[in-house]
């Protein structure tokens, strides 16, 4: 008896120790289950808290500048000379070269990127789609100082030729070439959209004896006119935030004009300029620089809310 009773009481003693150890190991891993969640919510909430601290920091120094220049004469004036003995910092200028450079772009970007869409979501061969498409958003990749200095050197030469009148700094080289940078995203964009669209409604449209362009024409892109619509407004964001391309090819000169063959200056190129070193820290010039930056952030969001607007507004569900 005695014997069965101490086999007795070292099973119950390896049945609780198994026991122990699950607690110990559910314990643990409720804890793990708890702190997941937290520890997602902080990696989510690190783009947030960065939009908050650029809106922060431009807010501030944005009011600042206010406080010296009146809001009226910012948005309304024509003449932008921060150096000068009697400064005057009018955006306008800044305004028009930076909505000039972006509208010449789409006017390059826009075809061009809509017929490489068309082509390759309905004419293409899934052998030539393979090929060409990941070629095509290599161009993506070309660092936007090698398209400046493709502009500068290449380009504008090149224009010379057409038009004598065009200045060795202009806005129209610059356009143009950010218009080739924002291709392939357009094009990519715009693919997608387009083969997305259910093939039951080519073939619908087939079978009612529509060609392949009508099909094209009057199917698939009213059928993915959200998503190319969308492609298009990002397309103007990207090129209304470029840099690089506009400081090098388009010059510094703070031209209110809608003469393309000028030299102006955008609002990307002008924060470059000031952020160069011509302002001291603490001075009205160096306060511009986030009145501008500022203007800038409002204009990109404008065109970020208007592309969600618009891919709510035209989205089809199949």
């Not at 559910?26 to 990696?43: A, G, Q, R, T």
């Not at 700094?169 to 356009?175: A, D, F, K, V």
């Not at 407004?233 to 391309?245: K, P």
């Not at 603490?282 to 952030?297: D, E, R």
């Amino acid at each position: 008896m005695s014997i069965n009773s101490e086999l007795a009481k070292n099973k119950t003693m390896k049945v609780r120790e198994l026991l122990d150890q699950k607690r110990n190991k559910s314990s643990l891993k409720n804890i793990v289950e708890k702190c997941i969640p937290v520890f997602l919510f902080l990696i989510a909430s690190v783009s947030i808290l960065t939009t908050v601290g650029i809106v922060y920091t431009l807010l501030s120094e944005t009011i600042e500048f206010f406080r010296r220049v009146p809001i009226v004469d910012f948005f309304t004036g024509t003449v932008l000379k921060p150096l000068s003995q009697n400064p005057q910092f009018g955006v306008l200028p800044l305004v028009i070269g930076t909505v000039t450079s972006s509208v010449i772009a789409m006017f390059v970007a826009a075809p061009i990127g809509l017929m490489t869409a068309i082509y390759l979501s309905e004419y293409a061969s899934d052998k030539v789609r393979k090929t060409v498409k990941p070629l095509l958003e290599i161009l993506a990749g070309i660092p936007t100082i090698v398209y400046g200095f493709f502009a500068f050197t290449f380009i504008t030469p090149l224009l010379r030729d057409v038009i004598p009148s065009l200045q060795a700094t202009n806005i129209l080289s610059p356009g143009i070439v950010m218009g080739v940078m924002i291709i392939p995203m357009i094009a990519s964009l715009s693919e997608d959209a387009m083969s997305s669209v259910p093939n039951s409604m080519r073939e619908g449209a087939f079978a009612l004896g529509s060609t392949k362009l009508e099909v094209t024409k009057k199917v698939v892109i009213p059928a993915a006119l959200s998503g190319i619509i969308a492609s298009f407004v990002l397309g103007i964001s990207r090129a209304i935030g470029e840099t690089m391309i506009v400081t090098i090819a388009s010059g510094s000169t703070k031209n209110f004009s809608f003469d393309i063959t000028q030299s102006m200056q955008t609002m990307t190129a002008y924060i470059v300029e000031v952020t160069g070193g011509d302002a001291p820290a603490g001075s009205t010039i160096y306060y511009s620089l986030y009145a501008v930056a500022m203007t800038l952030f409002v204009f990109t969001l404008i065109m970020n809310v208007v592309a969600r607007y618009v891919s709510r507004k035209f989205r089809e569900e199949y």
